[in-house]
T-cell receptor, first 112, second 117 residues
Framework: GDSVTQMEGPVTLSEEAFLTINCTYTATGYPSLFWYVQYPGEGLQLLLKATKADDKGSNKGFEATYRKETTSFHLEKGSVQVSDSAVYFCALPNQAGTALIFGKGTTLSVSS | EAGVAQSPRYKIIEKRQSVAFWCNPISGHATLYWYQQILGQGPKLLIQFQNNGVVDDSQLPKDRFSAERLKGVDSTLKIQPAKLEDSAVYLC???????????????FGPGTRLTVL
């Protein structure tokens, strides 16, 4: 079945460091891909999405490019801030195209 | 615009007791989802409603879990009787239009953290 695999965390970085969180997927066809973020004590929020191959989603300095050749959707940010500390989830729709299938999440901790 | 509301935020019960969670989606959102998020894992869909009808409940443990959305607005998820493995965060989400293939944005509530002792 369709699935998402994220890199294991936690990821610990200093402020202004470069961030990469890896995400690969298995799916039939070319579904839309999503990154959600969960800040401490809050619900999940959509961070960015891409709807077709080679699309680049971007928001708040984060970027991810839909790579069908490598079935990947890695999340990147050039300079992280303490406020980026959160759990990041990669996701894709289930085969019915309704609900989302999430990866296990990657915890990011940024220190000043 | 108000977000997805959930209550309570925290609940502690003993095994074999019952518990209920409430969700009020964003106004006008026809689709409502309940997800279960076990510690260290991503959320997993329990049930999806379109207005007051069930679209997908294939992952809902129906021997102990039930959910309803009688008037097509707010929803209640119930567990009876609870087991230790039900300890998790229960997330409610809603979306505006009929779900398309991965293009519809889901908006999540803050969740209810359930601890079963």
């Amino acid at each position: 079945g369709d699935s998402v695999t994220q890199m294991e965390g936690p990821v610990t970085l200093s402020e202004e460091a470069f961030l990469t969180i890896n995400c690969t997927y298995t799916a039939t066809g070319y579904p839309s891909l999503f990154w959600y973020v969960q800040y401490p004590g809050e619900g999940l929020q959509l961070l960015l999405k891409a709807t077709k191959a080679d699309d680049k989603g971007s928001n708040k300095g984060f970027e991810a490019t839909y790579r069908k050749e490598t079935t990947s959707f890695h999340l990147e940010k050039g300079s992280v801030q303490v406020s980026d500390s959160a759990v990041y989830f990669c996701a894709l729709p289930n085969q019915a195209g309704t609900a989302l299938i999430f990866g296990k999440g990657t915890t990011l901790s940024v220190s000043s | 615009e108000a977000g997805v509301a959930q209550s309570p935020r925290y609940k502690i019960i003993e095994k074999r007791q019952s518990v209920a969670f409430w969700c009020n989606p964003i106004s006008g959102h026809a689709t409502l989802y309940w997800y279960q998020q076990i510690l260290g894992q991503g959320p997993k869909l329990l049930i999806q409603f379109q207005n007051n009808g069930v679209v997908d409940d294939s992952q809902l443990p129906k021997d102990r879990f039930s959910a309803e959305r009688l008037k097509g607005v707010d929803s209640t998820l119930k567990i009876q009787p609870a087991k230790l493995e039900d300890s998790a965060v229960y997330l409610c989400a809603s979306s505006f239009v009929n779900p398309q293939a991965g293009t519809d944005t889901q908006y999540f509530g803050p969740g209810t953290r359930l601890t079963v002792l």
